[in-house]
Structures are given as C-alpha cells and as structure tokens.
C-alpha cells in the first residue's frame, strides 16, 4: 500500500507488475496495453485526487483501461489481491469498464468512448448551479480523441469557462487497429487544444513525478488544462508491445 510520500515512480512500477501478475493468471482477453500506457498517469491522479477534502471527481473516459485504475487503487489500498482477481468476473465489483458508483473514480459509467470530456464539462459547471463539487479530471485515449465528442466538449468548456477542468490525453499513438497519425497524434491535439484556448502542454507521461507536479495545480488557471502525455501502450511488457497493433484485446499467453 502507497501513502502520498512515496516516489510515484516507484509506485507505478508496483502498479505495473501488478497488472502483469494479474494477467499472466488470468490467460484471458484483457486491455493490457492501454491499461500498461496510464500507470504513471493513473498514479499521479491517485496521488492529487485521493487525499482532497475537496469534492474533486476523476473519470477514466478511455473506460477499457479500466484494470490499470483498479490496480492503481488496489496499490493505494482501496481494493486487495483477492478483489483484483474478480476482476470482469460475473458478479464482481471491478467490471471490464467502470460503473457507476459513489466514490471519486467512478462517479460515471465510462466504455462507450468520447464521453469523458463532456461529462467532465457538466461536472465543473454543476457548482455554477450550486453542487457541491470541485474539480474535474479526465483521463482520454489519443484514439479516443477521433470522437467528434470529445471536441465539441472542449470547445463548450472554453466558451463556458470551465477552468476547473482538466484533460489528460494517454497518447500512446495507437487505437484498437492500428497507429494514430496526424490530429489526433501528440502534436496535434496540442495544436487543437490551444487553438480553442485551453492551457495545453506536450509531456513525459512515463514521468511519474512531473505528472504529479503538473496535476497539483490544475484549476488554478484562468482556462481549463490540457495534458498531452506521451506514453508506450504496454510499456513494461516486451510481449504486449511487440504484439502490437493486434493485440489490443488478447491474454498475455498468447503474445
Ligand atoms: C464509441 C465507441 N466506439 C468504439 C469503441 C471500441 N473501442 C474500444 S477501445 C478502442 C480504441 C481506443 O483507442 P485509444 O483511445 O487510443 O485508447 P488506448 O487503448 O490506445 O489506450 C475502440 C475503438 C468504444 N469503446 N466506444
């Protein structure tokens, strides 16, 4: 179990051999290269979000890596070993994707891509109409991002001034089929990002510590922010990576 005074990276490591243990277990179809590309991010979400007494609300709109979030919050204490192993178990409480439920992670039911950012948008905007809440936090995939959704979101959030809205894009440069190319690659979503006005910065997402200092102050700004976090999908795993771009959904054995 992690406290907030241990270094990220060391807890993303532990959080990485997690999912690796889990899998090569479990021998069954799971989203191990998404879930391997946001350790660090999820960590670092764990880190800012989990010790607030404010009502901030994390979503993980790229709701298929949701293993890598269970595990995070399994390293944090909030789930054991033996949860973890229900994992999309029928009758278990950690579904293939997120639902709803009462806790910061998972206030919404996430899968269906391209949702996230709106969500988010109506989260922060929920205090204009009195809610008691904070900030919002969402982490999106980079294939996630070829949702029109996703942009009509992050246009609105400006025009509505959402500054207490923060998107944070797993770009690991590959979706369910293949590579992710042109707009929707690092440079360009930082690109679309600024020009509708969001604060947006391309970084490490394998950097565990920067992320966290990053995430620290977000909602301080006068616009909402934007992470571009460029990460490996199945960083950690030789095997998921040189399976790529098949293996998006495919046990460990068989890699
Ligand atoms: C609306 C919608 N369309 C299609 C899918 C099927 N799907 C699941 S994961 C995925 C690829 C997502 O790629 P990316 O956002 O880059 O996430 P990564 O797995 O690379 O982290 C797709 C198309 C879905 N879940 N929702």
Same mark, same amino acid.
């Given at each position: 179990m992690f406290d907030t005074r241990d270094s990220p990276s060391v807890v993303a490591g532990s959080v990485r051999e997690r999912i690796l243990r889990f899998a090569s277990n479990a021998r069954r179809p799971l989203h191990l290269g998404s879930s391997l590309s946001a350790v660090e991010i999820l960590v670092a979400v764990l880190v800012v979000l989990r010790p607030q007494k404010r009502r901030d *609300?994390?979503?993980?709109?790229?709701?298929?890596? +949701?293993?890598?979030?269970? $595990?995070?919050?399994?390293?944090?204490?909030?789930?054991? #070993?033996?949860?973890l192993e229900t994992f999309g178990l029928s009758g278990t409480a950690l579904p293939v994707h997120p639902q709803r439920g009462g806790d910061w992670w998972n206030r919404f039911a996430t899968g269906s891509l391209g949702h996230g950012v709106g969500l988010?948008?109506?989260? *922060?905007? !929920?205090?204009?109409?009195?809610?008691?809440?904070?900030? &919002? /936090?969402?982490?999106?995939?980079? =294939?996630? &991002?070829?949702? @029109?959704?996703?942009?009509?979101?992050?246009?609105?959030?400006?025009?509505?001034? $959402?500054?207490? /809205? &923060? *998107?944070?894009?797993?770009?690991?440069?590959?979706g369910q089929t293949g590579r992710i190319a042109g707009p929707s690659a $690092? #440079?360009?979503?930082?690109?679309?990002?600024?020009? /509708? =006005?969001?604060?947006?910065?391309?970084? #490490? =997402?394998?950097? !565990?510590?920067?992320?966290? $200092?990053?995430?620290?102050?977000?909602?301080?700004?006068?616009?909402?922010?934007? /992470?571009?976090?460029?990460?490996?999908? @199945?960083?950690?795993?030789? +095997?998921?990576?040189d399976g790529l771009p098949g293996s998006h959904f495919a046990p460990l054995s068989q890699r």
């Amino acid at each position: 179990m992690f406290d907030t005074r241990d270094s990220p990276s060391v807890v993303a490591g532990s959080v990485r051999e997690r999912i690796l243990r889990f899998a090569s277990n479990a021998r069954r179809p799971l989203h191990l290269g998404s879930s391997l590309s946001a350790v660090e991010i999820l960590v670092a979400v764990l880190v800012v979000l989990r010790p607030q007494k404010r009502r901030d *609300v994390f979503i993980l709109s790229k709701g298929h890596g +949701a293993l890598g979030l269970y $595990a995070a919050l399994a390293e944090a204490g909030v789930f054991t #070993d033996h949860d973890l192993e229900t994992f999309g178990l029928s009758g278990t409480a950690l579904p293939v994707h997120p639902q709803r439920g009462g806790d910061w992670w998972n206030r919404f039911a996430t899968g269906s891509l391209g949702h996230g950012v709106g969500l988010g948008l109506g989260v *922060v905007m !929920a205090r204009t109409y009195g809610a008691e809440v904070g900030r &919002c /936090l969402v982490v999106v995939g980079d =294939g996630e &991002c070829q949702e @029109g959704s996703v942009w009509e979101a992050a246009a609105a959030a400006v025009e509505l001034d $959402a500054r207490g /809205l &923060c *998107v944070v894009v797993d770009s690991n440069e590959y979706g369910q089929t293949g590579r992710i190319a042109g707009p929707s690659a $690092a #440079d360009g979503l930082h690109r679309q990002f600024a020009a /509708l =006005g969001w604060r947006t910065r391309v970084m #490490d =997402g394998h950097d !565990a510590e920067q992320l966290v $200092a990053e995430l620290q102050t977000f909602g301080s700004g006068s616009t909402p922010r934007a /992470l571009i976090a460029r990460t490996v999908k @199945g960083r950690g795993s030789s +095997a998921v990576i040189d399976g790529l771009p098949g293996s998006h959904f495919a046990p460990l054995s068989q890699r």
